[in-house]
Structure formats: C-alpha cells, structure tokens
C-alpha cells in the first residue's frame, strides 16, 4: 500500500548531492545541538570547564548565525572555529575531569565540522 504525499511536500527530482547551503544549515544545527547540551549541562553542573565551553561556543555559534550566506569562506571559518572549540573542550576535558556529557559535545561538534568540511569540498 502506498500513500500519497500532501502536494505542500517536496519531492525530490533527483539523487543530486547536497548543496552548500544543506551542508551549511546541518553544521550549524548540530553546532546549535552542542551549545544546548552545554548550555543545560552548564547549568546543572557550573565548573570551570562548562562554562568556559559554552561561552566559546556561544561566540562562535551567534558568528555562524550572523553570516548572512555561509559561502566556502564561512564555512571554512566556521570550520576552523569548530576545530579551536574541540581542541578547547578535549584539552579541558582531560582524564581528571572526564566529564561524559563533554565527551558528547564532543561528538557533536566534530559532526558539525564534519558537515562544514564536506560543504567546503563539494564546492570546490
């Protein structure tokens, strides 16, 4: 049994690759993902270390946000960013803290990189 679509969703017309602006809106909603988690983490658990996580990536994500159009040069950005946001949290997030829920912003950030990475590429 088949079951017809509602004519207000899109079908698609082909098995094309993302575009950039895909590429580019799934980075910034995992990013947006990282900075709940962090956000609510942060706010149960206030150390040093959650903090200063999510502030950083609060600058980061509101710069994401911002740009207008996420082009190579914003994604590329973003990218680098997302990469100084990871290193920052991974450094913090040594064996003496080995905060689990850190381990999964993590996750989610280098998913979000991931993404940008691959916009990048597919464009150039």
């Not at 996580?53 to 997302?82: I, N």
């Amino acid at each position: 049994m088949t079951r017809a679509l509602p004519a207000s969703v899109k079908q698609p017309t082909s098995c094309a690759m993302p575009d950039l602006e895909d590429h580019a809106l799934d980075a910034v909603c995992h990013m947006r993902a990282a900075l709940d988690v962090l956000e609510l983490h942060a706010r149960h658990r206030i150390t040093a270390i959650n903090c200063v996580c999510r502030d950083l990536l609060r600058v980061y994500y509101a710069q994401a946000v911002q740009a207008k159009t996420l082009g190579p040069d914003a994604l590329c950005g973003m990218s680098l960013q997302l990469g100084h946001a990871i290193e920052v949290l991974e450094m913090l997030n040594d064996d003496e803290a080995d905060d689990p829920i850190l381990y999964a912003v993590s996750y989610l950030l280098r998913a979000s990189r991931r993404l940008a990475d691959e916009g990048v590429s597919a464009r150039l």
